[in-house]
């Protein structure tokens, strides 16, 4: 391992590292809390479970529509400017949410809180790859990312607290108010990321560099890594909550310590990861964790009526095969685009995760179904046969993106 791995960051590096970190925090946060907010928007906006389903997906498919309608300017702008903008966006829809008062204006809030807080994954990762050199960039996403584990720990868990203690509407505000203090100190403390303005092929119209993007061959290699990728990580997380408590005997009120001892894993994990990821050859790891993920799903979805500590332990399996894939599969995915298509090729990345989680939650949901709704759930072990499938190819996909990181950069690695 040569010595730049274990370069130190400085003091506004760090600053970096943590606000796009809680900002994160405060996006997943926004979405994840709608689940456990399930029972309780059925019966107080008179909802049916198909309804909360498009209400969920409804953030997903904009989400993935912001992606690809601001891929064409993404990288005209000062990127500080555009992750402000983004949040501020994300920040009234949340607040929509909050105040609404029936299907139709809960579905409308979510369609405009995705439209803004679906591209703010896709510039956090392109102000990464600007600021961070390739051989930093597995710490840094180890701890940007961990906002996924600190949405489990504290998300739901808090969200049901201050849900049932008060209003359904509760999560909302408290995701508004954490939000605004973040945007502020978004606005006066982060420098402006604007290096990528200096090429002038940014000159080109939005719409012909969305097309320069797309048109090119090793991008759309990185693209269709990321939605088989996509695909297959969405796959079977809709329904793990309801496999767990009708087919491994888990109780409902076990479901809270089950998310938030899986998302103290993620946290613990997400740091080590991604040193790992920087002192090894990221597509190795990435490889062996997909082969990690694999084994453990079908080995899950095969179990029956079983002990609730073998359940919690099984979850941390799992969360260990998904961080330790999604850590080094974004920092190669940050390694494709070359500087001025940084902003386009992120958004377009962004655009087709969100698209490939709702066409993989459709796909699910093709294939499992209950005789009733306190029955086991069926054929979710073909959920994940599917999910060994797709991530072969995954696999595959990701050794051509690691090769076309090597020929432009030299990376030494400890094998």
């Known amino acids: 391992m040569t010595q730049i791995n274990n370069q130190a960051f400085t003091g506004y590096e760090k600053f970096v590292i943590f606000i796009l970190a809680i900002t994160q925090f405060t996006v997943i946060l926004d979405f994840m809390v709608m689940a456990p907010l399930g029972d309780l928007l059925l019966k107080s906006l008179s909802m049916t479970t198909k309804d909360f389903g498009i209400a969920v997906s409804a953030y997903a498919f904009s989400a993935g529509a912001a992606g690809l309608l601001t891929a064409g300017f993404a990288d005209k702008y000062d990127r500080k400017k555009l992750l402000l903008f983004f949040y501020i966006g994300f920040i009234i829809g949340t607040l929509f949410c909050g105040l609404a ?7 409308l809030a979510r369609i405009f809180t995705g439209l803004f807080g679906g591209v703010i994954g896709s510039i956090s990762m392109a102000i990464i790859t600007d600021i961070f050199s390739l051989k930093q960039r597995g710490r840094v996403m ?39 203090i973040i945007a502020i100190a978004i606005g006066l403390y982060l420098k402006p990321v604007n290096e990528h303005l200096k090429n002038t092929h940014l000159q080109k119209k939005p719409i012909a560099h969305l ?9 759309r290699i990185g693209f269709m890594s990321i939605t088989m990728l996509s695909v297959g990580g969405f796959m079977m997380m809709p329904f793990g909550t309801i496999f767990a408590v009708n087919n491994l005997g888990v109780h409902p009120d076990q479901l809270p310590i089950m ?22 050859s990221k597509f190795k790891l990435f490889a062996f964790a997909s082969i990690w993920l694999m084994t453990v799903c079908v080995v899950y979805t095969n179990l029956f009526h079983i002990p609730f500590w073998l359940v919690i332990a099984i979850n941390i399996l799992m969360m260990i095969g998904i961080m330790s894939r999604m850590v080094p599969s974004s920092a190669l995915n940050s390694a494709v685009p070359d500087s001025p298509d940084r902003g386009a090729y992120m958004s377009i990345t962004s655009s087709l995760q969100q698209i490939s ?21 069926i054929n979710y072990d073909i959920v994940a046969y599917v999910l060994v499938g797709v991530s072969i190819v995954s696999i595959i996909l990701m050794s051509r993106v690691n090769k076309l990181v090597q020929k432009r950069y030299v990376v030494v690695e400890n094998d």
């Open 259 to 280: 998310f938030m001892i899986s998302g103290v894993a993620s946290l613990t994990l997400m740091p080590f990861i991604g040193r790992l990821s920087d002192r090894m």
């Open 101 to 107: 008062n029936s299907y139709v204006t809960l579905v």
């Open 211 to 219: 097309w320069h993007t797309v048109k090119n061959k090793d991008y």
């Open 142 to 180: 180890g701890f940007v990312q961990m906002g996924f584990g600190a949405s489990q720990v504290l998300g739901i868990p808090i969200g049901l607290y201050i849900a049932n203690k008060w209003y359904w509407e509760a999560p909302f505000f408290m995701i508004v108010g954490l939000s605004v």
């Open 357 to 377: 989680g709702g066409i993989a939650a459709a796909i699910a949901g093709m294939i499992v179904y209950q005789e009733h709704e306190n029955s086991p759930l």
